[in-house]
Structures are given as structure tokens and as C-alpha cells.
């Protein structure tokens, strides 16, 4: 293991290697995929949100890099259990620690392990993407997956 | 180290600044190759003491500058062993080249959805303007080495097609595709032929009048020279019949509101004021090239890539993509469990740069069933050192992840 390489710790690799929550959701409330056209990636995210708001269950799949699968798995174990108003507070905290902007470490607990992303600028997509997912899910408010096995 | 590749490393002055802290090892020449001093000093000069525009003025600098401009384009016309530097257009690169070709020469002669033929390895560059000219374009299949499969081809032509557009080199392959052999084919069946030369021209002896094709383009930036510059070579029956392609100052023979007459080729096709530093550049990157043995080159390339090829094989779970047997010094690679971005990232942590992606080549890509590669490139400064660095780097990221 190289330990100068500060954007791959150790948590980042077992998570790209054994991705939480790589699922998809039979019921999801929300969902929404995403494509990075520049390198292919792609994530594909279900999420379930109770009356109260507060997000259920999770599950994501997709292609690629370590950076990108890890972030979206160590969000997936984040959010789950948070309220849709946490979730977004967490990801202003994350998106401010992988660009370098000032923001309180210790809220984030474990994803901390990215604030190594924001030595380089180009990957701040790869880290950010299943997030921006996220949002976009959220955002959309839709009632089922378009593609859902009930449709 | 090869021992020319040793005494032309200190002609690149950015080979010796330092990556992330290391000494640079630089393997992406084929996205863009680093430029010797000659052709920084080229540039420097033009703009600190002769710094003009080209055919309008009488005084000095003016006059200079338009010398150097023809003087540029008869030293590519030179290096494409064209019969005339009247059928060399300076274009921005080889996109610009093939938009050109599409817009001025395909257009006007098809209807929409007519076919051109390319190839499963094309960049997205000789693919995509040839759909906005509104052709179909469809491709001639590889073979798993990646070898374009010439039985299909020549199917494929007799099918009936409105041109060839084909690779020298692939960009993401290294496969040195059989030009004469294509043009040949092509000619019997009357169907116009265009080649990409953006691989090839870094690498090997261009003779377009003995490859028999219609068009040729390269770009300045992967033969040492600057960005923002490149030729189109086309025969000058077709020039003389293709429109201009943009209007505007230097391209005209007389304006007035009810019409316009045209300059004759090449400057029919170059309007407004040109990149005359990048051509001053261009220039002397090819004169710097010209005067170097480029046959020893590449026989040393040839050894290099087999050093190399050789080195990857070690690297466990590594595949090789592209074992054309007429190959340049482009190593394109993926690593079992490993994402190529972070085969590229890691090893940039080293200072050692490769590219990874789709290469601009998404339908070669599919064809392979693979989403990204890793790419190493070689240039005429690499070194063995430089593929012991990168196979070393690619033996602790497989260890890394798996």
C-alpha cells in the first residue's frame, strides 16, 4: 500500500472493493441516474422515503472508478436514517471538503477519508457524482423508478 | 535508454520539471506531444522581433511574416511528400481538416444518409463530421488483435459508398492500418478517400501521393508543434471544385454587395487572419524533425514498444489492447478490478502521466466490451526508463486493489 497516496486511503479501497448498499430497491420513492460523459461512469440510485421524510433505505449501482463507487457507497451508509433536509446538509459539508472550502471535519465522520480529492481539482466529479445523484432525486420527487418491475 | 532518445530528452524542456513532485515521466504523447526548444524558440522569435500579418502589409515585419507563412507551408508540403504546397490548407487541426473535408467536399455531392465507410477504431473526430454532413457512416469490423478485416472492406465498397475515411494509425489501437492497400481498393470502386493522419505523423514517413488517397490531415501539436495548427492535404482537382468553407477577410478575389469571387486554393479555404505563429512553429517543428533520422527512430520506437510490451505482459491480471503486427508505440491497457482513472491517478501521484478513458473512441470501446482503457504513448524522447517506471507503478496498484 503506498501511504503517500493521500486521495486513496485505505477505507476508500475496501469500500470501492466491497461497495455498501449495491442494490437496487424493489419499492424505491426516488431514483435517478447519472453519467459522467467525459469518462463513462455511471450510477444509478434508488432511495426510499418515509411520511416523515426521513430516508429508509438506499441502494446504488454502476460503473467506476474507485473515487466514484467508494464516495457513493460511504454516502449510501451516511444518509440512510437521515432526513431528507440532513442529506443535503451533508452534502454541502462533503462538497465543501473535497473543494478545498472550509467546513466542519468532524460532522462528516468518515467521509473525511476525500478531503484528499481536493489536491486534485479533476477528480472532484469522480467524488462528488453519487451525490449529485442524490440531489437530483431527491429534487425530482418522483413517486416510482421509471423502469420499475411495476411498470 | 535508447541512445538517441537520450540526446534529444534535453532538446524538451518540460521532460525536465518535475510531476507532483518527481521527475516528469511523460506517456501521452499521442493526446499531445511535448515541443523541443527549437520550436519554442521559433515562436519566441516571431513574436519578440518579427511580429506581423500575413499578405496585407508592405512594411518589414508584414512582409517577413508572409515569407515564413509560405515558407511553413512548403515545409509541410515537404513533409507529406506533396507534389505542389498549393494543396496544403493550414486548418486548425485534423478535426478542423475532416469538418472541411464533410462540409466543402462530401455535402454538396450526397443526399441525406448516403454512406461513408469508416473503421470500428475511428476517433470520434472522423466519425462525427461526417454524420453532420448527413451521411451514414458505417464502419469496416476489426479483428480481436485489431487489425482491419480487409475482406469486409472491399465488401463494403463494392456495397456502394460515398467515401472511405479511415485512420493511418489508431490512436487507441496503435494498429498501422494498410493505407496504400485501402486506397487501392477504394480507387476501383471510384470511392474518394480520406486519411487521418493524427497518429501517424509523429511516427512514420508520409507519402501521400504514393498512399494514392484524396485527402490527408495531421495536426501541429502531436508532431512536436504547436496547438490551434494543422494541414489538410487534398488533391488540387478536388480544391479547385470544393467551395469555401468560412467566409471572411483573405479568402475572397473580389467583394462587392451583389457577390463575391474567391481567392484561388489554398486561401479560398483560409479566411480571417491564420495562427501564423503556430505555422511558424509547425514549421520548425518539422524542420527539426527533418533533420533527425527518422528511419533509426523508428526502428528504435519499434524496439521500445516491444521493451514495453513485454514489460506490461509481467504486470499480473494486466490485458493488453491492440497487438496489430504493424503497430506504433501506443500501449493501451486495463488491469483486472482495477478502474483505468485509477491506474492514471495513482500513477500521476509518481509524476508518470497516461491517459485513461474512451480515447475519443466510444464505439471502438464497445466493440471491445470494455468501458475505459489505460493508455501509455510513446514519443521519440521516451525511454525504457520511463516503461520500468510505469510497469513498476502498475505492479503496486494491482497489489493496491486486489
Known amino acids: 500500500m503506498a501511504t503517500s497516496d493521500e486521495m486513496y486511503q485505505a477505507v476508500i479501497i475496501e469500500h470501492a472493493r466491497s461497495p455498501r448498499n449495491y442494490k437496487p430497491l424493489v419499492t424505491p420513492t426516488h431514483h435517478c441516474d447519472g453519467r459522467n460523459p467525459l469518462c463513462g461512469d455511471e450510477v444509478s440510485l434508488d432511495l426510499t422515503v418515509d411520511a416523515e421524510g426521513r430516508i429508509t433505505d438506499i441502494g446504488f449501482q454502476g460503473q467506476g472508478c474507485a473515487i466514484s463507487k467508494a464516495s457513493a457507497s460511504m454516502m449510501t451508509a451516511a444518509i440512510k436514517g437521515k432526513t431528507v433536509p440532513e442529506a443535503r446538509e451533508l452534502f454541502e459539508r462533503f462538497h465543501a471538503l473535497v473543494t478545498g472550502e472550509p467546513t466542519d471535519e468532524k460532522a462528516l465522520g468518515k467521509l473525511v477519508a476525500f478531503k484528499g480529492v481536493a489536491a486534485y481539482p479533476m477528480r472532484v466529479k469522480c467524488a462528488t457524482m453519487g451525490w449529485h445523484v442524490m440531489m437530483e432525486a431527491l429534487d425530482e420527487n418522483r413517486e416510482k423508478r421509471p423502469n420499475g418491475s411495476e411498470q | ?402
Not at chain 2, 158 to 166: F, K, P, S, T
Not at chain 2, 250 to 267: H, K, N, Q, S, W
Not at chain 2, 374 to 387: E, K, V
Open chain 2, 1 to 402: 535508454m535508447t541512445a538517441l532518445a537520450s540526446s534529444l530528452r534535453g532538446t524538451f524542456p518540460v521532460l525536465g520539471t518535475l510531476s507532483r513532485g518527481h521527475p516528469m515521466i511523460y506517456l501521452d504523447s499521442a493526446a499531445t506531444a511535448q515541443k523541443p526548444q527549437a520550436v519554442i524558440d521559433a515562436m519566441t522569435r516571431f513574436y519578440t522581433q518579427d511580429y506581423g500579418t500575413i499578405h496585407r502589409g508592405v512594411y518589414q515585419v508584414s512582409e517577413r511574416a508572409t515569407l515564413a507563412w509560405d515558407a511553413a507551408r512548403e515545409r509541410v508540403a515537404h513533409f507529406l511528400t506533396a507534389a505542389t504546397a498549393d494543396e496544403v490548407v493550414f486548418v486548425r487541426g485534423t478535426t478542423e481538416a475532416i469538418n472541411l473535408v464533410a462540409e466543402s467536399f462530401l455535402k454538396p455531392r450526397i443526399k441525406p444518409g448516403a454512406t461513408v465507410l469508416v473503421t470500428e477504431m475511428e476517433h470520434h473526430a472522423n466519425i462525427v463530421p461526417w454524420q453532420l454532413a448527413g451521411a451514414k457512416t458505417v464502419p469496416i469490423p476489426i479483428s480481436d488483435t485489431g487489425e482491419l478485416d480487409l475482406v469486409a472492406a472491399e465488401r463494403l465498397l463494392a456495397a456502394g459508398c460515398e467515401m472511405l475515411a479511415v485512420c493511418h494509425v489508431s490512436n487507441a489501437l496503435g494498429t498501422i492500418n494498410p493505407v496504400v492497400e485501402l486506397c487501392r481498393m477504394a480507387k476501383r470502386h471510384g470511392v474518394p478517400v480520406l486519411i487521418d493522419g493524427a497518429q501517424a505523423a509523429p511516427h512514420l514517413c508520409i507519402d501521400v501521393q504514393a498512399i494514392g488517397c484524396d485527402f490527408y490531415c495531421f495536426s501541429g501539436h502531436k508532431v512536436y508543434g504547436p496547438t490551434g495548427i494543422g494541414a489538410l492535404w487534398a488533391k488540387r482537382e478536388h480544391l479547385a471544385k470544393m467551395p469555401p468553407y468560412q467566409g471572411g477577410g483573405d479568402m475572397i478575389d473580389l467583394v462587392t454587395f451583389e457577390g463575391t469571387t474567391y481567392a484561388p486554393a489554398p486561401r479560398k479555404f483560409e479566411a480571417g487572419t491564420p495562427h501564423i505563429a503556430g505555422a511558424i512553429g509547425l514549421e520548425a517543428a518539422l524542420r527539426w524533425l527533418d533533420a533527425l533520422d527518422r528511419v533509426a527512430l523508428r526502428r528504435e520506437e519499434e524496439e521500445l514498444l516491444a521493451f514495453g510490451t513485454g514489460l506490461l505482459a509481467e504486470v499480473p491480471g494486466l490485458r493488453l489492447i491492440g497487438s496489430a503486427r504493424e503497430k506504433a508505440g501506443i500501449l493501451t491497457f486495463v488491469i483486472e478490478g482495477v478502474h483505468p482513472h485509477d491506474i492514471a491517478s495513482i500513477l500521476d501521484h509518481d509524476g508518470v502521466c497516461i491517459r485513461a478513458g474512451h480515447h475519443c473512441t466510444q464505439p471502438l470501446h464497445r466493440r471491445l466490451g470494455v468501458q475505459s482503457t489505460a493508455r501509455a504513448s510513446l514519443a521519440l524522447y521516451s525511454t525504457r526508463d520511463d516503461l520500468e517506471k510505469l510497469a513498476h507503478g502498475l505492479v503496486k496498484i494491482q497489489r493496491m486493489f486486489n
